[in-house]
């Protein structure tokens, strides 16, 4: 009897070390092979060259309200074709002082990219008109840190 517990112990054990081991080698084999592909993939929306993206401005957030891609988007990530032609313009929503700053990654607005200051709610800025360039990489509003978002150019 004390050899059938025994070896019923060692094969329960031995089986149940073998569906792990047999698991783990099912796991995730597709994922190897598009490691490399992804590396550069970017979460966010892809923008039409000549489009206009306008926004909503809240001291906390901007919200996406044109293309229809950024709709209801809190901050959305824009990708842009380098070189191609685009307008942004954003919509006070709060009633709060504001404005929009297209920077590069040392903070500093890119081509004087930079609209007027609006504090009534409703009011719609001018547009910018820009070139999409690499050193694009955010939208921000001067007068709030947290109403900021990213810019791809790719």
């Given amino acids: ?91 006070n929503a709060d009633n709060v002082m504001h404005n929009l700053e297209i920077r590069d990654d040392g903070g500093q607005a890119v081509d004087n990219l930079v609209t007027e200051d609006i504090q009534d709610e409703g009011d719609r800025s001018d547009p910018l008109q820009f070139t999409a360039s690499t050193e694009m990489v955010e939208y921000i509003c001067a007068y709030h840190g947290a109403q900021r978002g990213d810019i791809v150019v790719e």
């Fill in 1 to 91: 009897m004390v050899t059938n517990t025994t070896r019923r112990k060692f094969l329960t054990v031995t089986g149940g070390a073998a569906m792990v081991l047999l698991a783990g080698c099912l796991g995730d084999d597709d994922d190897d092979d598009d490691d490399d592909d992804d590396d550069d993939d970017v979460d966010g929306f892809e923008i039409e060259p000549g489009t206009t993206i306008v926004l909503d401005g809240y001291s906390s957030h901007w919200e996406g309200v044109e293309p229809t891609d950024i709709e209801g988007e809190e901050s959305p990530t824009l990708i842009l074709l380098e070189g191609e032609e685009y307008e942004m313009e954003w919509i």
